[in-house]
């Protein structure tokens, strides 16, 4: 663990990322470290929730606030705290919870059960923008998800790996770029 941190720190600042776009990505959203308003809320609500978990929740709301999304797909083992992190996101979104393990992600057509842990598909407002989606976020893809991960980053779509977290975007007329965070 300690390998792998060390391994990622020259490639954790962002300075090989010459899309300005997926720059301001990764420190506006992925990496934002301003605490929002819920975070407190959190803990008091859900004392039990692992640090992994709250990292997740953590994520999960600053991208449904920055996308406002009409929908979100939870595929896998979804937390209360998951789902109130992307209600308090984006408070109109549509979220449906599949208790089927397996995820499909049809534009690249990728189909593969999730091992443990949780997906879960943003979708936009208008499906002219993007063909598809527009984020997926995938947990345990160090471990449980490794394989669907794997099949994730050879597809043509923007990928960061946050050590166990992955997080797939998808944006028109792009080139596919993979990000080590």
């Not at 809320?41 to 997740?56: C, G, N, T, V």
């Not at 923008?129 to 099949?151: M, T």
């Amino acid at each position: 663990m300690l390998k792998d941190r060390i391994k990622r720190w020259w490639q954790g600042h962002g300075f090989g990322i010459e899309s300005k776009t997926d720059f301001n990505f990764l420190h506006e959203i992925l990496k934002e470290n301003t605490p929002y308003y819920a975070y407190e809320e959190w803990k008091e609500l859900f004392p039990d929730a692992s640090a992994e978990e709250m990292e997740l929740a953590k994520l999960l709301m600053r991208l449904c606030n920055s996308i406002q999304p009409a929908s979100v797909h939870i595929y896998g083992n979804a937390s209360p705290l998951t789902k109130k992190a992307l209600k308090d996101g984006c408070k109109n979104v549509k979220t449906t919870h599949h208790s089927s393990p397996f995820f499909r992600f049809l534009t690249v057509n990728i189909r593969s059960k999730i091992e443990h842990g949780t997906a879960v598909e943003i979708l936009p407002h208008s499906m002219d923008e993007v063909k598809d989606c527009v984020a997926i976020v995938l947990s345990h893809i160090n471990s449980h998800n490794s394989s669907l991960w794997k099949a994730m980053v050879k597809a043509p779509i923007i990928t960061y790996d946050m050590r166990d977290i992955g997080v797939a975007v998808m944006r028109k007329g792009r080139f596919p770029e993979h990000y080590n965070i």
